[in-house]
């Protein structure tokens, strides 16, 4: 059968949502030049709906681990060194789909990257992290985003670099937070991006937590649907936001939400928190 346009591709809805959150992602300043990465887990069905317009497949290329639970699914991805700000001007030059192959440890493209383009360097963090939140969700995780969102990076400078400091912090600066993650947030340590060592720091983290930052680099979120992984980003970085600012207004801090608040709002929204980060 003849491949289909690669415009006709692009209208297709997971195609569409994944370019919307790119963009989102662009407007709130979360993407300076390629910074940033999206991938989204896509279903059978979907992947039904763009067989049609694969192209020949292209070379298979080794994840540096493998990833049994991931065997055979297919993922639409950012490409290395493209820039969030383009993706909604040429699709299929930015994005592509590449699929795993039957051992989980090799991927190919099968749409999309034109011109010779990669996904992006952080493809095994992506990998790692689906197959994690894969099996910590029962297959409900689509969803992995790594934004350098700005306030969430200068807070790694200030304070200590630990699970339990950063979750508290998030916390106490915006009274949604505990609904919202109360598992809390992960942190990983700086390293340098890009490599299997970090996935594997980042996917270990992201068995407890549905988001990890990465010290002086940005964070990484994870959820079933675009809406819900972006805004789940969109939480934390506010919370870093209102955080910075009060330690920026100089004068310390008069008050806060206090660990019985939180307890208080995790009864009445029927959510369970982390105990050990409470006092
Ligand atoms: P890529 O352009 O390879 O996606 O890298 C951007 C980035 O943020 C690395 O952490
Ligand atoms: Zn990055």
Same mark, same amino acid.
């Given at each position: 059968?003849e ?8 209208? *297709? ?5 994944f ?12 993407h ?9 887990? +896509?279903?059978?069905?979907e ?50 789909? @590449? ?14 990257? $034109? ?7 952080e493809?095994?963090?992506? +990998? ?10 029962d ?21 200590? *670099? ?14 949604? @937070?505990?609904?919202?993650?109360p ?13 299997? $060592? ?10 407890t ?7 002086q ?7 079933p ?10 939480t934390?970085?506010?919370s ?19 660990? $019985? ?11 369970? +928190?982390?105990?050990?980060? +409470?006092?």
């Amino acid at each position: 059968m003849e491949k289909r346009s690669d415009k006709a591709a692009e209208s *297709l809805g997971f195609v569409q949502g994944f370019v919307r959150m790119c963009n989102d992602g662009w407007l709130q300043g979360w993407h300076e030049r390629n910074g940033g990465n999206l991938s989204y887990r +896509l279903t059978n069905q979907e992947v039904a709906e763009a067989r049609p317009y694969f192209g020949e497949p292209r070379s298979w290329h080794e994840v540096g681990v493998e990833l049994p639970n991931l065997a055979g699914e297919y993922f639409l991805v950012t490409g290395s060194g493209k820039y969030m700000r383009n993706v909604i001007l040429d699709p299929a030059a930015n994005i592509g789909i @590449c699929e795993l192959d039957e051992s989980g440890s090799r991927w190919r493209i099968v749409w999309g990257l $034109d011109g010779g383009a990669r996904p992006t360097s952080e493809f095994p963090t992506h +990998l790692m992290n689906h197959s994690v939140r894969k099996q910590a969700t029962d297959g409900a995780n689509r969803v992995i985003y790594h934004c350098h969102a700005t306030n969430v990076i200068a807070l790694t400078y200030v304070l200590p *670099l630990t699970d339990r400091d950063f979750s508290r912090a998030l916390w106490q600066s915006a009274t949604e @937070c505990p609904v919202v993650f109360p598992e809390g947030v992960g942190v990983v340590e700086w390293m340098v991006p890009g490599g299997v $060592d970090i996935a594997r720091a980042t996917s270990k983290k992201m068995e407890t937590y549905q988001a990890a930052i990465w010290a002086q680099h940005g964070l990484f979120v994870s959820g079933p649907d675009f809406d819900t992984a972006f805004g789940l980003a969109h939480t934390i970085e506010k919370s870093a936001e209102i955080y910075v600012k009060v330690l920026s207004c100089g004068q310390g801090i008069r008050q806060t939400i206090t660990d $019985d608040d939180l307890r208080a709002i995790a009864h009445d929204f029927g959510v369970t +928190l982390n105990e050990s980060f +409470l006092d």
